[in-house]
């Protein structure tokens, strides 16, 4: 077994005849935070979505050493793949409890009791509002939300695609608060950010991307100290657009 | 008409509702799945009526053959069109499901029927041989269409219900049937005269409108369903197997149309074709209760049958017209309190 939980070698994907990602190679290591920060546009959502097998994509992406191929998305969520999609895709007329408890697909109805009180305990919000429907939450409730549901799949890698955005300090405090959390629990991350200075401080290892392609990577810390990094992504006042 | 009379009819009214409400439930199931107005459901519970029939004269229904059929067209098509991408294991269990089990039931029923078994093994036979339909049209006609649009669904859907029709008259033949009910005998009600009959479809309705709602709010499984519907991407992103959800939807439509078509084959007789009015009056309920709710749907399906039976009596040449005419005034009064609404869940 290779000491990647995900290796991602020359992926490219196009929408169309418009190539969104070009030949991208990345790697998490087993419990790491990488990080991939870019400016509006720069194809990392789309990346993202590949690796999830939501969009086709050519190249190879590799699980555990094993080449995913064209495996489909559930495939890759019984592996212990989970996607927090920027749109978070939520299940709007159902109740906030229903969202949490299909997270547990995967598990079957018995894993449910323990994710809820897990999920719970992160967020007592959600228990608050459990019985209401998913569509009528406040957005930074529905941020908790799709965090949540994700949790409840208990995923070995968990990629989070702006899971900050549009939230309170103190919430966004906590969204960074659990990603350390689940670090710690062994789980891998890969974390896409506009708050790119908060995204290098709790990364281990980070990827700048451009027009669909890496220009740059390293550490977090050694980018967070970079001058063109700083330059570009983080600026003064703190990196918030 | 005296208060009798007007009782009798609100008895038959109710009744046939029941079945519409059915099929109403139906249709709004299998359209929040798969986005299909499944115009051929009244086929099934023709065929579930007819196979009833068969079976009661010892006979080896049609619907054996036609299940054979549907099989291998299931299994030939989905070789042919995605041979590259079947696994061995996925190909054995088509094996099994398409073709062993057609041809097991087949070869059962070909030794069973001549001993007329009696009602149960009927109901249990024709369940056998009418729920595995559902997953098979599926998979033959709309599976490959699984992202297009409503309306591309709905001709699709019309065409298998041309399809099945034709179908039904070869492998059934042009006569009509009436199977013997489930219970027999009357009752009296205060002035009514309660048919036994009609309790036992009243109460195998309810059964499945309750087994229905355990299932969508109680299972995992029913909440996938339910989840698909709402938002596709959601659902595959937790890891619920879309694609499969289209064959769990119209594995229940072919269960429920098979149970509704034991039922109705005791109330009136029922032909090859017999299933399109049935079809759309169930179609009607479900429209009027704005193809989203599932109890307004059975109330406005059983609405639709006291209709029917009222208009029976007084203006049977004008029955069919005055049920399908109340659509366009729920139509019109939709169109202008919904205007602004707009497809929502087009987007994959
Ligand atoms: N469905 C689509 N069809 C066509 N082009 C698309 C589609 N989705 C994204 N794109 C284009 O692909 C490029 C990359 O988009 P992507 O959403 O991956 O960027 P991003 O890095 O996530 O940006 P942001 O930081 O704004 O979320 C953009 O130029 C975008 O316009
Ligand atoms: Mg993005």
């Given at each position: 077994?290779?000491?990647?939980?995900?290796?991602v070698?020359?992926?490219?994907?196009?929408?169309?005849?418009?190539?969104?990602?070009?030949?991208?190679?990345?790697?998490?290591?087993?419990?790491?935070?990488?990080?991939?920060?870019?400016?509006?546009?720069a194809?990392?959502?789309?990346?993202?979505?590949?690796?999830?097998?939501?969009?086709?994509?050519?190249?190879?992406?590799?699980?555990?050493?094993?080449?995913?191929?064209?495996?489909?998305?559930?495939?890759?969520?019984?592996?212990?793949?989970?996607?927090?999609?920027?749109?978070?895709?939520?299940?709007?007329?159902?109740?906030?409890?229903?969202?949490?408890?299909?997270?547990?697909?995967?598990?079957?109805?018995?894993?449910?009791?323990?994710?809820?009180?897990?999920?719970?305990?992160?967020?007592?919000?959600?228990?608050?509002?459990?019985?209401?429907?998913?569509?009528?939450?406040?957005?930074?409730?529905?941020?908790?939300?799709?965090?949540?549901?994700?949790?409840?799949?208990?995923?070995?890698?968990?990629?989070?695609?702006?899971?900050?955005?549009?939230?309170?300090?103190?919430?966004?405090?906590?969204?960074?608060?659990?990603?350390?959390?689940?670090?710690?629990?062994?789980?891998?991350?890969?974390?896409?950010?506009?708050?790119?200075?908060a995204?290098?401080?709790?990364?281990?290892?980070?990827?700048?991307?451009e027009?669909?392609?890496?220009?740059?990577?390293?550490?977090?810390?050694?980018?967070?100290?970079?001058?063109?990094?700083?330059?570009s992504?983080?600026?003064?006042?703190?990196?918030?657009? | 008409?005296n208060?009798?009379?007007?009782?009798?009819?609100?008895?038959?009214?109710?009744?046939?509702?029941?079945?519409?409400?059915?099929?109403g439930?139906?249709?709004?199931l299998?359209?929040?799945?798969?986005?299909?107005?499944?115009?051929?459901?009244?086929?099934?519970?023709?065929?579930?009526?007819?196979?009833?029939?068969?079976?009661?004269?010892?006979?080896v229904?049609?619907?054996?053959?036609?299940?054979?059929?549907?099989?291998?067209?299931?299994?030939?098509?989905?070789l042919?069109?995605?041979?590259?991408?079947?696994?061995?294991?996925?190909?054995?269990?088509m094996?099994?499901?398409?073709?062993?089990?057609?041809?097991?039931?087949?070869?059962?029923?070909?030794?069973?029927?001549?001993?007329?078994?009696?009602?149960?093994?009927?109901?249990?036979?024709?369940?056998?041989?009418?729920?595995?339909?559902?997953?098979?049209?599926?998979?033959?006609?709309?599976?490959?269409?699984?992202?297009?649009?409503?309306?591309?669904?709905?001709?699709?859907?019309?065409?298998?219900?041309?399809?099945?029709?034709?179908?039904?008259?070869?492998?059934f033949?042009?006569?009509?049937?009436?199977?013997?009910?489930?219970?027999?005998?009357?009752?009296?009600?205060?002035?009514?005269?309660?048919?036994?009959?009609?309790?036992?479809?009243?109460?195998?309705?309810?059964?499945?409108?309750?087994?229905?709602?355990?299932?969508?709010?109680?299972?995992?499984?029913?909440?996938?369903?339910?989840?698909?519907?709402?938002?596709?991407?959601?659902?595959?992103?937790?890891?619920?197997?879309?694609r499969?959800?289209?064959?769990?939807?119209?594995?229940?439509?072919?269960?429920?149309?098979?149970?509704?078509?034991?039922?109705?084959?005791?109330?009136?007789?029922?032909?090859?074709?017999?299933?399109?009015?049935i079809?759309?009056?169930?179609?009607?309920?479900?429209?009027?209760?704005?193809?989203?709710?599932?109890?307004?749907?059975?109330?406005?399906?059983?609405?639709?049958?006291?209709?029917?039976?009222?208009?029976?009596?007084?203006?049977?040449?004008?029955?069919?017209?005055?049920?399908?005419?109340?659509?366009?005034?729920?139509?019109?009064?939709?169109?202008?309190?919904?205007?602004?609404?707009?497809?929502?869940?087009?987007?994959v």
């Open positions: 077994m290779s000491d990647a939980i995900l290796k070698s020359n992926l490219s994907v196009a929408y169309g005849r418009v190539e969104a990602v070009r030949g991208v190679s990345l790697s998490i290591p087993h419990g790491n935070i990488v990080t991939v920060i870019g400016a509006n546009g194809g990392k959502t789309t990346l993202m979505n590949a690796i999830m097998g939501v969009l086709p994509s050519v190249g190879e992406v590799a699980l555990d050493g094993k080449p995913m191929g064209r495996s489909l998305v559930e495939a890759r969520v019984n592996n212990g793949l989970c996607l927090v999609p920027e749109k978070r895709e939520l299940f709007s007329t159902m109740s906030v409890e229903d969202n949490l408890r299909l997270g547990a697909y995967r598990f079957g109805s018995s894993a449910v009791p323990g994710g809820l009180r897990d999920v719970f305990a992160r967020f007592p919000r959600l228990e608050e509002r459990r019985k209401q429907e998913a569509g009528t939450l406040s957005g930074g409730e529905r941020q908790m939300l799709a965090m949540g549901r994700a949790l409840m799949s208990r995923p070995r890698l968990l990629m989070l695609d702006e899971p900050s955005l549009g939230l309170a300090p103190l919430i966004v405090k906590e969204i960074f608060h659990i990603v350390t959390d689940l670090r710690k629990a062994g789980v891998s991350i890969l974390l896409v950010e506009q708050n790119a200075r995204a290098l401080q709790v990364a281990d290892y980070a990827y700048v991307m027009l669909g392609e890496f220009t740059m990577s390293g550490p977090a810390a050694e980018l967070a100290a970079d001058k063109r990094v700083i330059e992504y983080l600026g003064l006042g703190g990196g918030r657009h | 008409m208060s009798t009379i007007a009782l009798f009819l609100a008895q038959d009214g109710i009744i046939n509702g029941a079945i519409y409400a059915l099929v439930v139906t249709l709004v299998v359209f929040a799945v798969t986005r299909i107005i499944f115009v051929p459901q009244g086929e099934l519970i023709a065929w579930a009526a007819l196979t009833v029939a068969a079976l009661e004269a010892g006979a229904p049609g619907t054996a053959y036609l299940l054979v059929v549907l099989g291998a067209a299931a299994a030939a098509l989905e042919a069109r995605e041979w590259r991408e079947l696994t061995a294991r996925y190909l054995l269990a094996l099994a499901t398409d073709l062993a089990l057609p041809i097991g039931l087949l070869l059962a029923v070909i030794q069973l029927a001549p001993l007329k078994l009696g009602f149960t093994f009927n109901v249990i036979a024709t369940l056998a041989l009418l729920v595995p339909m559902g997953s098979l049209i599926y998979r033959i006609a709309f599976q490959p269409l699984a992202e297009a649009t409503v309306l591309v669904l709905l001709i699709a859907a019309i065409g298998v219900h041309f399809a099945l029709v034709g179908l039904g008259l070869v492998f033949g042009a006569e009509g049937v009436r199977t013997t009910p489930l219970l027999s005998g009357t009752f009296p009600l205060g002035p009514l005269v309660v048919k036994w009959q009609s309790v036992s479809v009243l109460v195998v309705t309810l059964l499945v409108l309750g087994g229905l709602y355990v299932f969508f709010e109680r299972t995992m499984m029913g909440k996938a369903l339910r989840a698909t519907a709402v938002n596709r991407l959601g659902a595959r992103l937790v890891g619920v197997p879309v499969a959800t289209g064959r769990i939807a119209f594995t229940l439509a072919a269960t429920i149309g098979a149970v509704s078509g034991i039922l109705i084959g005791s109330l009136t007789t029922i032909y090859y074709d017999s299933g399109f009015l079809g759309l009056k169930g179609f009607v309920g479900a429209i009027l209760a704005g193809l989203g709710s599932y109890p307004l749907t059975a109330l406005a399906a059983v609405f639709v049958g006291l209709l029917e039976s009222y208009s029976a009596f007084f203006a049977s040449a004008f029955k069919e017209v005055i049920v399908f005419s109340i659509i366009i005034p729920v139509l019109l009064w939709r169109s202008l309190t919904s205007g602004t609404h707009h497809d929502e869940d087009e987007e």
